[in-house]
Nanobody, 128 residues
Framework: QVQVVESGGGLVQAGGSLRLSCAAS????????MGWFRQTPGKEREVVAA????????YYTDSVKGRFTISRDNAKNMVYLQMSSLKPEDTAVYYC?????????????????????WGQGTQVTVSS
């Protein structure tokens, strides 16, 4: 069946960097827009960054602009999230998700229920 697997999370000091990877299998991401979400206990899952199917357009939530970079390699069926200048408030479980490109819009990209495929998440902890 379809699989989405995140990796690269861990414990890092404030100001440090991490690179998250998302590996998709049994479906081709080249026709999907991809998003990275994060969630902390008691809070709703929020979109952190998203990228269109071709990679030509990227979007970021305000709190990570200038610090995070989303990218994709369709040939490898992989999506990445480079996180720099990490802050304690970035601590969360990070999820990778896929939505068909035809359903990806500026209005719907923030909605978790718009995404079809999800990974199990990877924990990112930033210590102060």
């Amino acid at each position: 069946q379809v699989q989405v697997v995140e990796s690269g999370g861990g414990l890092v000091q404030a100001g440090g960097s991490l690179r998250l990877s998302c590996a998709a299998s049994r479906f081709t991401i080249s026709v999907y827009a991809m998003g990275w979400f994060r969630q902390t206990p008691g809070k709703e899952r929020e979109v952190v960054a998203a990228i269109t199917w071709s990679g030509s357009n990227t979007y970021y939530t305000d709190s990570v602009k200038g610090r995070f970079t989303i990218s994709r390699d369709n040939a490898k069926n992989m999506v990445y999230l480079q996180m720099s200048s990490l802050k304690p408030e970035d601590t969360a479980v990070y999820y990778c998700a896929a939505v068909p490109g035809s359903r990806f819009t500026m209005m719907t990209m923030y909605r978790p229920d718009n995404y079809d495929y999800w990974g199990q998440g990877t924990q990112v902890t930033v210590s102060s």
